[in-house]
């Protein structure tokens, strides 16, 4: 069974900066994306940035030149750096794994979330 977990949510003031991690673990054959979404309240969830592919990325445009994503592989992490945040970057971020466990099985499934709050 394959998890994934975050951490490195928390309280940080406007322009402050955080750094989030997902840790996937479990059988893997081979990763389609990896990306993190957010969940304001009362928002439905979107999409804030990912790989689509191994060695692209992809920002929403409300982050774009403020958030950045990176992988570790040999860590089975991702991260996504924010920098500049704003209380409307206020939400709880989900990390999405889109993978084969084997050849043929293929499955989504998403990490328990991190809140995310800013504010002065």
């Known amino acids: 069974q394959v998890q994934l977990v975050e951490s490195g949510g928390g309280l940080v003031q406007p322009g402050g900066s955080l750094r989030l991690a997902c840790v996937y673990s479990?059988?893997?054959?081979?990763?389609?994306?990896v990306g993190w979404y957010r969940q304001a309240p009362g928002k439905e969830r979107e999409y804030v940035a990912g790989?689509?592919?191994?060695?692209?990325?992809d920002y929403a445009d409300s982050v774009k030149g403020r958030f950045t994503i990176s992988r570790d592989n040999s860590k089975d992490t991702v991260y996504l750096s924010m920098d500049n945040l704003q209380p409307e970057d206020t939400a709880v971020y989900y990390c999405?794994?889109?993978?084969?466990?084997?050849?043929?099985?293929?499955?989504?499934?998403w990490g328990q979330g991190t809140q995310v709050t800013v504010s002065s």
């Open positions: 479990g059988r893997i054959f081979s990763i389609n994306t």
């Open positions: 999405h794994l889109d993978f084969y466990a084997t050849e043929e099985e293929k499955y989504k499934i």
């Open positions: 790989y689509p592919d191994h060695y692209t990325t």
